[in-house]
């Protein structure tokens, strides 16, 4: 029998799927798969929809968010209201007020001070639509669950899911708060630390939004055995850890040094790496060493994406797992060459918006790879 999948005529209210690949081992799904009921599907597509939408606006947050921290305007708004915050400053004296507020923290005092009313509300408003997209992520996150919930179309284990996925943008909102916080009294920017947890918070929503979407659309092949789902999984985890390196990097504003490729600083691995004491705070607060890190580690993740493609090869060759590893590959590839324009032209606001929004595309393509190995959660009951 061929290994595309053979529906069987209707049982009752329900038909049924046979996957041909019945040698599978046990760490494959069952042979037999309950096909969904037309209501199933359906309720699946709106889900899926939500979800989508959900994402996207995700998406718009991150981006909206790398530009109002390249533009200098995350410190712009001094305080956090999250219900009076929703309206902005609405005639001259309410902008002057906005605009005193500013002129009391350290960022104004040492790098703004004397700019305009005008270079004031550029940066105000970059700003607010971050924080007002984040608010309206949130209603169209809990207004929508509420809906799908109490009319059935939510599956049973769907909800736990979709209750934490609001519980990490309710702890997202407050991490944004604690980052924004560290730059009022004492720094001129955010703390690097806070920033890179804020950033890779915000990934990790929008692994949890793509993944359980992408696990209720439907697929033609079969699950890929367990070894290959693994290795996609670890993928996920190695993009957000770059990812998370990236936001030490632009915290620490490091990608406006050592502009050269492929040597740093002269050499392949550059002297100074560990001036500091104790060593490993480099890690976190050495530009230089920062910087080398996510270099090395966006090479061990190309790495691991070629040795994904070969892996597919071998274990799972002509199958959607292979064709989709060697687009993972080459979006990686694509990525790895934003980033060294990105470097080589000192991070300017395209090319560092860019390199910021691909990354986004590479992990949101490594979430729908790591689903699709595992298949299309099964059928359960309101």
């Not at 597509?45 to 899926?48: E, I």
């Not at 606006?57 to 921290?69: K, W």
């Not at 940066?123 to 607010?128: A, D, P, Q």
């Not at 104790?278 to 480099?282: A, G, L, M």
């Given at each position: 029998m061929s290994d595309r999948n053979v529906i069987l005529p209707k049982i009752g209210s329900q038909s049924y799927v046979f996957d041909g690949g019945s040698s599978m081992d046990s760490n494959h799904a069952s042979s037999w798969h309950q096909r969904l009921?037309?209501?199933q599907l359906n309720n699946r597509?709106?889900?899926?929809i939500w979800l989508y939408s959900i994402l996207v606006?995700?998406?718009?947050?991150?981006?909206?968010?790398?530009?109002?921290?390249m533009t200098g305007s995350g410190l712009s708004i001094t305080e956090w209201k999250p219900i009076h915050g929703v309206i902005p400053p609405l005639n001259h004296l309410e902008w002057l007020e906005e605009f005193e507020k500013y002129k009391q923290i350290p960022q104004y005092e040492q790098i703004n001070h004397g700019m305009s009313l005008g270079e004031f509300q550029y940066?105000?408003?970059?700003?607010?639509a971050h924080r007002m997209l984040a608010r309206f992520v949130g209603f169209l996150v809990a207004l929508p669950l509420i809906y799908f919930w109490f009319s059935g179309r939510l599956e049973r284990q769907l909800k736990p899911k979709m209750i934490g996925i609001l519980v990490l943008g309710g702890l997202q909102g407050a991490i944004g708060w604690w980052m924004v916080a560290s730059g009022l009294s004492v720094l001129t920017h955010v703390s690097q630390y806070r920033l890179a947890i804020h950033l890779t918070m915000a990934c990790i929503i929008i692994t949890?939004?793509?993944y359980v979407a992408r696990g209720l659309a439907n697929y033609t092949d079969k699950p890929a055995i367990?070894?290959?789902q693994k290795l996609a999984g670890w993928l996920v985890f190695a993009v957000l850890v770059q990812i998370y390196l990236g936001g030490l990097v632009a915290g620490l504003h490091a990608g406006l040094t050592y502009n050269s490729w492929p040597l740093m600083d002269g050499a392949v691995v550059p002297s100074g790496l560990f001036i500091q004491n104790?060593?490993?705070?480099?890690l976190f607060e050495n530009p230089k060493t920062v910087q080398f890190v996510h270099r090395m580690f966006a090479y061990t993740v190309l790495i691991l994406a070629l040795v994904n493609v070969f892996y597919c090869a071998r274990n799972a060759p002509s199958s959607t797992h292979y064709r989709r590893s060697v687009v993972l590959a080459g979006l990686v590839f694509i990525q790895a060459a934003i980033g060294i324009v990105t470097l080589l032209l000192m991070v300017p606001l395209f090319w560092g918006l860019l390199h910021q929004g691909f990354a986004l595309v590479v992990l949101v393509f490594c979430v729908a790879n790591w689903r699709a190995t595992k298949g299309a959660?099964?059928?359960s009951n309101s």
């Open positions: 009921t037309a209501k597509r709106l889900v899926r606006v995700l998406i718009a947050i991150v981006m909206v968010g790398g530009a109002t921290r940066i105000f408003w970059w700003e607010w949890a939004v793509f367990r070894s290959v104790p060593w490993w705070i480099n959660y099964q059928a």
